[in-house]
């Protein structure tokens, strides 16, 4: 079964201070690691996708990493407005390639 | 404009009633998915559809159907709400050569 967790649950942090997030992941032939951000009451909202081990990608602040058992989400220098939770999701190779399964997802507040 | 539409946002409704939740999407995507969200428990897809003649039960469908109008329309129904189902649901597009899903801005529903 495919298995998402992602740590911390919630992670303060003062405007400016970097730091990192990080999702775990076992699943069986991966198609896909995806990143999502969800402010409160609206629906996520896709950030990235990395499909194999060592790829990165950029957006603004955030950076996204893969390994072949993790996900970090790194983010530089952050703003009371990146305060959101942000989801990791990964999908299955083979006849569940539809199927994201999601981790709970971390907290994150920015304070000025 | 969004590029996916859920209608109503907010819906209260008693114990036993029938309730339908409707998704628009002006993204020209052939797959649709239901999930709903749960505070600790994260997302769980409900159900979900790749054409207008295609459409498959998710991990949580007991006490829910889906009908697929148009490759555009994909609504959820509650035959018979009862309070466990109080919770955020979102309909969600991909298209068929990509992974990523795009949402709504969800629908918060309290069964009473």
């Known amino acids: 079964e495919d298995q998402v967790t992602q740590s911390p649950e919630a992670l303060r942090l003062q405007e400016g201070e970097s730091s990192s997030l990080n999702c775990s992941y076992t699943?069986?032939?991966?198609?896909?690691l995806f990143w999502y951000r969800q402010d409160p009451g609206k629906g996520p909202e896709f950030l990235f996708t990395?499909?194999?081990a060592g790829e990165e990608k950029e957006k603004e602040r955030l950076k996204a990493t893969l390994t072949k058992k993790e996900s970090f989400l790194h983010i530089t220098a952050p703003k009371p407005e990146d305060s959101a939770t942000y989801l990791c999701?990964?999908?299955?190779?083979?006849?569940?390639?539809?199927?994201?399964?999601f981790g709970k997802g971390t907290l994150l507040t920015v304070n000025p | 404009d969004a590029d996916v539409t859920q209608t109503p946002r907010n819906r209260i409704t008693k114990t036993g009633k029938r309730i339908m939740l409707e998704c628009s999407q002006t993204?020209?995507?052939?797959?649709m998915y239901w999930y709903r969200q749960d505070p600790g428990l994260g997302l769980r897809l409900i159900y979900y559809?790749?054409?207008?003649?295609?459409?498959n039960k998710g991990e949580i469908s007991d006490g829910y159907s889906v009908s697929r109008q148009a490759q555009a329309k994909f609504s959820l129904s509650l035959e018979s709400a009862i309070p466990n189902q109080t919770a955020l649901y979102f309909c969600?597009?991909?298209?068929?050569?990509?992974?990523?899903?795009?949402f709504g801005p969800g629908t918060r529903l309290t069964v009473t």
């Open positions: 699943v069986s032939g991966l198609r896909g």
């Open positions: 559809s790749f054409d207008v003649k295609d459409i």
């Open positions: 993204k020209g995507h052939d797959r």
């Open positions: 990395l499909y194999s």
């Open positions: 969600a597009t991909s298209d068929q050569g990509l992974y990523e899903q795009y």
């Open positions: 999701a990964v999908q299955a190779g083979g006849g569940s390639n539809y199927k994201l399964t």
